[in-house]
């Protein structure tokens, strides 16, 4: 009877080979913390790993984990989770091919595996775009041979507005996630004359597969976490790393100061601003509220402030894109207490089956990615941690997705475009950082903290991050240093100091390359000068220079319209009517003012 058992599965798994090929599961996401300083963003993270409240200095640009979640047994509970640092099998591709398997073969008898292929899916838009492009250029030549019109005066307000430029996690994952913001049409693979060659079927674990089935192995959910400082100048270097449909947003804020009406105006001016910086970026990310220090406000005052929070977000535009915590009273945040741990706040706990729940329902999350693809980002993984590479080629890339079976299907795509949609698939889980752009697309890199921290030596708070190499800047470069520190001016004289380190030198012209083109710095033309956007921040209250020139600009997020729901009000007229705290700190996201002002 086992005999036949094994001949069956044997037989079933077979016919499923072609599936399994062309897509399983791979469960990793993107977990992005956001929040103004000393909140408790890393405390937090601490908190969910179920490690003991520490002390932490202030974080500089961005502190990267990569981890899962594991179940855990806490006292006087059931089985909880909790995360824990990711440690990779042996062969995750053939552990996701297991999974994979078992799971289709538990489905109900008869029933028909959909499998929604990441590549599959791009290529077929790639044809799309293609003959899209293609009709397009037929009707624009048509265009030419008939009669011309008239010249039409256009008003300003006729004009098409500006829209600017894709930011780096939409724009490397267009092929594979955003497909309606990529720009270049690319052409349809040309059909093969001769006649395929038939592909062996797909090495299947049986052992393993049972393991899968049984529930003794089980597919974890890896979580990239990202740390965010809350410094307003370190927010257009986390800013970097948003993805579209593959992360949840964690907003933290002082519960403590929320309840204060002293600085309650500031604390909801703070969740304002981060959350208006996700919707200003169209970003589909679901977010969740955590209100830390939960032990210095009364339990009575939680419903209260959860009330009071969500009278003040009414027009936010990210309003509903949050995720409610419906386990305690359904309350708009997760009220918790950091110095409790996880052991000890129940609420902890919630927010980790919450975050947990909300992946789970990520667009990215209901795709599956070629085994192969798998088996490159465990190379990738291990480059990085056991040989501590934070880079590498994009000819090396080649190499190692080749020993791994890519093209995967070399009758449909090549291995270098296969290769590309694959490297902009792991980029938007935060499993590496690549840019198809002249003069990056040949840098991966796998270590995204290396990236990370190559940006923050310059754009950073220079009164409370420190580095090495700032003390021979300041001694060999003193004027060009305080110019940077005091003006927001970047001479490329200060680059030999800020990247001295080995593991820059080599990369100084990719580096500031990238830097230009995210307007992280602007060149000044016709000297060795930058600006840089993030540092130039002037006190609103300091006194303007007479008869200096002034530019107001109003900016009104579309979205904040419709939830008003003023359908019949009057046309606006020239007046600008806002509120004064609006005039005091600004009405536009931070961050958002910064890309503003580099493009």
């Known amino acids: 009877a086992a005999e036949e058992e094994e001949q069956e599965l044997q037989r079933r798994l077979g016919e499923m080979s072609d599936d399994l090929s062309d897509g399983v599961a791979f469960n990793h996401v993107r977990l992005q913390v956001f929040g103004h300083g000393g909140v408790g963003k890393s405390s937090l993270v601490d908190s969910v790993c179920g490690k003991q409240l520490v002390e932490h200095k202030s974080t500089i640009g961005a502190d990267l984990k990569v981890l899962e979640v594991k179940q855990q047994t806490f006292s006087g509970s059931a089985h909880q989770h909790q995360l824990q640092p990711y440690t990779p099998h042996d062969d995750e591709a053939a552990h996701a091919i297991a999974a994979q398997a078992a799971a289709n073969l538990m489905m109900k008898s008869g029933s028909h595996v959909k499998i929604e292929s990441v590549l599959e899916s791009a290529v077929a838009e790639e044809v799309r775009t293609a003959q899209e492009a293609k ?48 720009a270049v049409a690319v052409q349809p693979p040309a059909k093969q004359a001769t006649k395929a060659v038939a592909k062996p079927k797909l090495a299947v674990d049986t052992q393993m597969v049972v393991q899968y089935k049984q529930g003794k192995q089980k597919q974890e959910l890896v979580f990239h976490v990202q740390d965010s400082a809350g410094q307003v100048r370190s927010k257009t270097v986390v800013d970097l790393m948003l993805a579209p449909k593959a ?22 001016f703070e969740i304002v601003d981060q959350l208006d910086a996700f919707a200003f970026r169209g970003r589909s990310t679901p977010l969740l509220l955590v209100g830390t220090r939960k032990g210095e406000v009364m339990p009575t005052e939680l419903p209260v402030l959860s009330a009071l929070l969500e009278k003040e977000l009414k027009d936010c535009p990210a309003l509903d894109k949050l995720v409610r915590n419906s386990e305690e009273g359904d309350l708009i945040f997760f009220g918790i207490e950091n110095s409790a741990g996880i052991e000890g706040d129940s609420t902890i706990r919630c927010l ?48 190692i997705a080749a020993r791994c079976g890519l093209p995967h299907k070399p009758e449909n795509i090549s291995l270098e475009r296969e290769v590309n949609l694959m490297l902009g698939y792991l980029h938007t889980l935060g499993a590496v950082l690549w840019f198809d752009l002249p003069g990056l697309r040949d840098l ?21 991050h420190h580095f090495d190499v700032d003390k021979k800047a300041e001694r060999e470069a003193d004027a060009e240093w305080e110019e940077l520190k005091r003006e927001g001016i970047l001479h490329h004289k200060l680059l030999a100091y800020l990247w001295a380190d080995d593991k820059y030198v080599k990369q100084k012209k990719e580096l500031l390359a990238l830097m230009e083109h995210f307007s992280f710095v602007v060149p000044v033309k016709g000297s060795p000068k930058y600006l840089v956007p993030a540092l130039l921040v002037r006190d609103v209250q300091q006194a303007l220079p007479p008869h200096a020139p002034q530019l107001v600009l109003h900016f009104e997020l579309a979205s904040r319209r419709a939830l008003a729901n003023v359908e019949a009000a009057a046309p606006l007229d020239q007046k600008l009517i806002v509120k004064n705290t609006a005039l005091q700190k600004g009405f536009l996201a931070e961050s958002v003012v910064h890309h503003l002002f580099g493009r």
């Not at 039409?152 to 594979?176: D, F, I, K, N, R």
């Not at 992360?247 to 009406?261: D, I, M, N, W």
Request: aromatic fraction near 4%; charged fraction near 20%; proline fraction near 9%.
């Open 352 to 399: 980790v089956r919450a975050i947990m729940d909300t992946a789970k329902q990520l667009p990215s999350m209901k795709q599956r990615v070629p085994p192969g693809w798998i088996a490159v980002n465990d190379e990738l993984y291990k480059l990085s941690t056991k040989e501590q590479r934070p880079h590498i080629t994009r000819s090396e890339v080649l190499e």
């Open 135 to 182: 009709a397009a250029t037929v009707m624009a030549a048509a265009k030419e041979t008939a009669p011309v019109a008239p010249p039409v005066s256009m008003t300003a307000a006729q004009s098409e507005p500006l829209s600017l430029p894709a930011h780096a996690g939409a724009m490397v994952a267009t092929a594979v996630l955003e497909p309606e913001q990529k």
């Open 444 to 464: 991966l890199v796998i270590n995204p903290q290396w990236l990370v921290d190559a940006i923050s030596r310059i754009v950073r708070n220079f009164g409370i």
């Open 247 to 268: 992360c949840v947003g964690a907003v933290c804020f002082s519960l403590p100061k929320l309840q204060k009406s002293d600085t309650r105006s500031d604390c909801i």
